[in-house]
């Protein structure tokens, strides 16, 4: 009993000193801006620390706990199993409710210490005082969640079970259970060091293009790893779920991917601002957009509110992130209408032919985008409460809405690259235009050769093809100038613009790939007895019998299926007993052209007949292509390339005055 208290005392205690530290941080941070006492701003530093260590604390001592199966805990006794492997027991910690709100809370105040660190030198400067204070208030909301509705260190009421059902068996059976959500909320959060600077920069007026400069690779760290994140939760699903498919608009999905959107356009509409100083209103909005979408992201999926393969059961959090949800976007509204005559841009845009009009079109875009998919996902939240009958939004609403959008912005992505700042010729065009065009028309014919059909897909490849060769021609553009530089070709593609180009190339492979395994797919389910083969779209698939495997968290039955007379593959079937369900296991013949994806639908009868599921998917395997290209282009991007003068005329710059002048300085940073 001793142990069972250990535990549980000391977990508390370290959410506890978070709190308290979070709180005092933010007071001190406070009275030293009102009262302009750099003894205080250098005081806050230290409270973020403090914040850390409880977070740290209490992730480890919850960690102890699982890996030692003190079921005295309630959520090791929801959650843990002793025979679930240690790689899965050590990543239940993010499997269910109170342990994500655990590692979120270790997360962001990881984040508060790097962005304390980072800018040690400034610790007095007003912007990053306010940005250390709005860090450390997001905290306080979480340490205190921990605290009330989402404690992960209640005790067991009454008799301490000997052991738990485990984890949802979705969780304990593949590698990229315990890499996926790290990466997701490494990225989330991360969101949070713009937003506290754009809430900074609103607060002391200073909303020039300075602070962008000085969270501008925040900002990319953070995008880069939502986007791994991304791909690998559609690679678990994919792997995993056992329905052959990657992305289903799935509630935690969307959940993820709405930030992605309006993150995706700030980072491309933040370059009109530090270049012309326009778009100011757009950046604020599409970044305070961003981190208010993470917020209600988990209020959709922790909530239990929507149903989801990912979200947890139905939980008290759910008035708390949704009121929290409510003040952050109460207070972001209300500081930009404050600063609204700060707001106002220097500059306009000259032509709608011009990098400026076409990154205001991709703001609009990614807009549209992202209120379809938000639409979709709350409106059966919104049916019910108003109507009280259930409904669901499926694929083909998005797949209907979302697709004019995709390849509009597919468009956009060949011809912004091309534009110049300002005003472009229709000469200038059709000379910049002229290889990017002979490259979408080659993808054009490709597609039709080798037998794609559809007037979506064919615009999809098309413009993909369209949208590369203006990528290309940059990065050779580059290159070349690299070389009468005499820079090695590693300086070709580092800096924001040429990496920018290689995430283009991976989003680009990633559509491609996307449209064709959503488009021309193929599905079947047969009953075979052993030794039957059969013919599925040219492939030969031929059952050979089944065999099962017993061990003590699961029993699994496995077909062994043999394709085009090569290798045999074992898609299988588990049953858990602790867990009341049986789970299937796909098993994928991988290819660069196609995979065959082979399920176990029904586990044999009596005579050994089985029910075969086989999925023939084109050029899956380049969508983890894609994102890794992606990654890498981001990686690139943070790297510092060469710099750029603005090309407005002074008179459009941004007026120079005492409340902008300090940006300087962290732009030099």
């Given at each position: 009993?001793?142990?069972?208290n250990?535990?549980?005392?000391l977990?508390?205690?370290?959410?506890?000193?978070?709190?308290?530290?979070?709180?005092?941080g933010?007071?001190?941070?406070?009275?030293?801006?009102?009262?302009?006492?750099?003894t205080?701003?250098r005081?806050?530093?230290?409270?973020a620390?403090?914040?850390?260590a409880?977070?740290?604390?209490?992730?480890?001592?919850?960690e102890?706990?699982?890996?030692?199966?003190?079921?005295?805990?309630?959520?090791?006794?929801?959650?843990?199993?002793?025979?679930?492997?240690?790689l899965?027991?050590?990543a239940?910690?993010?499997?269910a409710?109170?342990?994500?709100?655990?590692?979120w809370?270790?997360?962001?105040?990881?984040?508060?210490?790097a962005?304390v660190?980072?800018?040690?030198?400034?610790?007095?400067?007003?912007?990053?005082?306010?940005a250390?204070?709005?860090?450390?208030?997001v905290?306080?909301?979480?340490f205190?969640?921990?605290?009330?509705?989402a404690?992960?260190f209640r005790?067991?009421?009454?008799?301490?079970?000997?052991?738990?059902?485990?984890?949802?068996?979705?969780?304990?059976?593949?590698?990229?259970?315990?890499?996926?959500?790290p990466?997701?909320?490494?990225?989330?959060?991360g969101?949070?060091?713009?937003?506290?600077?754009?809430?900074?920069?609103?607060?002391?007026?200073?909303?020039?293009?300075g602070?962008l400069?000085a969270?501008?690779?925040?900002?990319?760290v953070?995008?880069?790893?939502?986007?791994?994140?991304?791909?690998?939760?559609?690679?678990?699903?994919?792997?995993?779920?056992?329905?052959g498919?990657?992305?289903?608009?799935?509630?935690?999905?969307?959940?993820s991917?709405?930030?992605?959107?309006?993150?995706t356009?700030?980072?491309?509409?933040?370059m009109?601002?530090?270049?012309?100083?326009?778009?100011?209103v757009w950046?604020?909005s599409?970044?305070?957009?961003?981190?208010?979408?993470?917020i209600l992201g988990t209020?959709l999926?922790?909530?239990?509110?929507?149903?989801?393969?990912?979200?947890?059961?139905?939980?008290?959090?759910?008035?708390?992130?949704?009121?929290?949800f409510?003040?952050?976007?109460?207070?972001?509204?209300?500081?930009?209408a404050?600063r609204?005559?700060?707001?106002?841009?220097?500059?306009?845009?000259?032509?709608?032919?011009?990098?400026?009009?076409?990154f205001?079109?991709?703001n609009?875009?990614?807009?549209?985008?992202?209120?379809?998919?938000?639409?979709?996902?709350?409106?059966p939240?919104i049916?019910?409460?108003?109507?009280g009958d259930?409904?669901?939004?499926?694929?083909?609403?998005?797949d209907?809405?979302?697709?004019?959008?995709?390849?509009?912005?597919?468009?956009?992505?060949a011809?912004?690259?091309v534009?110049?700042?300002?005003?472009?010729?229709?000469?200038?065009?059709?000379?910049?235009?002229?290889?990017?065009?002979?490259?979408?028309?080659?993808?054009?014919?490709?597609s039709?050769?080798?037998?794609?059909?559809?007037?979506?897909?064919?615009?999809?490849?098309?413009?993909?093809?369209?949208?590369?060769?203006?990528?290309?021609?940059?990065?050779?553009?580059a290159?070349?100038?690299?070389?009468?530089?005499?820079?090695s070709?590693?300086?070709?593609?580092?800096?924001?613009?040429?990496?920018g180009?290689?995430?283009?190339?991976?989003?680009?492979?990633?559509a491609?790939?996307?449209?064709?395994?959503?488009?021309?797919?193929?599905?079947?389910?047969?009953?075979?007895?052993?030794g039957?083969?059969?013919?599925?779209?040219g492939?030969?698939?031929?059952?050979?019998?089944?065999?099962?495997?017993?061990?003590?968290?699961?029993?699994?039955?496995?077909?062994?299926v043999?394709?085009?007379?090569?290798?045999?593959?074992?898609?299988?079937?588990?049953?858990?007993?602790?867990?009341?369900?049986?789970v299937?296991?796909?098993?994928?013949d991988?290819?660069?052209?196609?995979?065959?994806?082979?399920?176990?639908?029904?586990?044999?009868?009596?005579?050994?007949?089985?029910?075969?599921?086989?999925?023939?998917?084109?050029?899956?395997?380049?969508?983890?292509?894609?994102?890794l290209?992606?990654?890498?282009?981001t990686?690139?991007?943070i790297?510092?390339?060469?710099?750029?003068?603005?090309?407005?005329?002074?008179?459009?710059?941004?007026?120079?005055?005492?409340?902008?002048?300090?940006?300087?300085e962290?732009?030099?940073?």
């Amino acid at each position: 009993m001793q142990h069972v208290n250990v535990n549980a005392s000391l977990g508390t205690a370290a959410i506890t000193a978070g709190l308290a530290a979070s709180v005092l941080g933010m007071a001190t941070l406070a009275v030293g801006l009102r009262r302009r006492q750099d003894t205080l701003l250098r005081m806050g530093r230290v409270y973020a620390g403090v914040a850390l260590a409880g977070a740290f604390g209490a992730f480890v001592i919850m960690e102890r706990a699982l890996l030692g199966h003190d079921f005295s805990l309630k959520y090791v006794a929801d959650h843990g199993n002793r025979a679930v492997p240690t790689l899965y027991t050590f990543a239940s910690l993010w499997g269910a409710l109170e342990g994500s709100i655990l590692l979120w809370t270790l997360v962001l105040t990881g984040y508060t210490v790097a962005v304390v660190i980072r800018f040690r030198d400034r610790v007095v400067d007003p912007l990053v005082g306010w940005a250390t204070l709005t860090m450390l208030g997001v905290s306080t909301f979480f340490f205190a969640l921990m605290l009330g509705p989402a404690n992960p260190f209640r005790v067991v009421a009454g008799a301490i079970p000997a052991d738990g059902p485990g984890p949802n068996p979705l969780l304990q059976d593949h590698v990229l259970m315990a890499i996926h959500p790290p990466f997701l909320y490494l990225g989330y959060v991360g969101f949070t060091v713009p937003f506290a600077f754009c809430v900074a920069a609103l607060v002391t007026g200073r909303v020039g293009e300075g602070w962008l400069a000085a969270t501008r690779r925040w900002t990319l760290v953070s995008w880069g790893l939502l986007t791994v994140g991304i791909v690998l939760g559609a690679w678990w699903s994919y792997e995993v779920l056992g329905w052959g498919g990657f992305w289903a608009w799935d509630p935690v999905e969307n959940a993820s991917f709405l930030p992605w959107l309006t993150g995706t356009a700030y980072i491309h509409s933040v370059m009109v601002q530090e270049r012309r100083g326009m778009l100011r209103v757009w950046n604020l909005s599409l970044l305070l957009a961003t981190f208010s979408l993470t917020i209600l992201g988990t209020f959709l999926t922790r909530s239990g509110v929507l149903d989801s393969v990912h979200s947890f059961s139905e939980s008290p959090i759910g008035p708390w992130l949704l009121s929290f949800f409510g003040l952050i976007v109460a207070v972001s509204l209300g500081l930009i209408a404050w600063r609204g005559d700060r707001l106002r841009s220097p500059g306009r845009i000259d032509s709608p032919l011009s990098r400026e009009g076409a990154f205001l079109a991709n703001n609009v875009l990614f807009a549209a985008f992202a209120f379809v998919v938000l639409l979709g996902t709350v409106f059966p939240l919104i049916y019910e409460a108003l109507k009280g009958d259930p409904i669901t939004v499926g694929r083909p609403y998005f797949d209907r809405m979302t697709m004019p959008l995709g390849l509009a912005l597919l468009f956009l992505m060949a011809i912004a690259p091309v534009l110049p700042w300002r005003k472009a010729s229709t000469e200038l065009l059709r000379h910049r235009l002229l290889w990017p065009a002979w490259g979408g028309a080659a993808a054009l014919v490709l597609s039709v050769v080798v037998g794609a059909r559809g007037l979506a897909p064919l615009l999809a490849f098309g413009l993909g093809g369209f949208a590369a060769g203006a990528a290309g021609r940059q990065l050779l553009l580059a290159a070349r100038a690299a070389r009468r530089s005499g820079s090695s070709l590693f300086g070709a593609v580092v800096g924001r613009a040429n990496g920018g180009m290689i995430v283009h190339l991976g989003v680009i492979i990633v559509a491609v790939a996307f449209t064709s395994a959503s488009a021309f797919s193929h599905s079947d389910s047969v009953r075979m007895q052993p030794g039957d083969t059969k013919q599925i779209v040219g492939h030969s698939i031929t059952y050979l019998g089944t065999d099962t495997v017993k061990s003590a968290r699961k029993i699994t039955v496995r077909a062994r299926v043999r394709v085009d007379g090569g290798q045999v593959f074992a898609p299988a079937q588990s049953e858990y007993p602790n867990g009341n369900m049986t789970v299937p296991t796909p098993s994928v013949d991988v290819g660069l052209r196609r995979d065959i994806y082979l399920t176990l639908d029904e586990a044999p009868r009596a005579n050994g007949s089985a029910v075969i599921g086989v999925v023939v998917e084109p050029l899956v395997s380049w969508l983890w292509l894609g994102g890794l290209i992606m990654a890498i282009g981001t990686l690139l991007a943070i790297v510092p390339g060469r710099r750029r003068l603005p090309t407005a005329p002074v008179s459009e710059q941004p007026k120079a005055d005492p409340d902008t002048m300090p940006d300087s300085e962290l732009v030099a940073t």
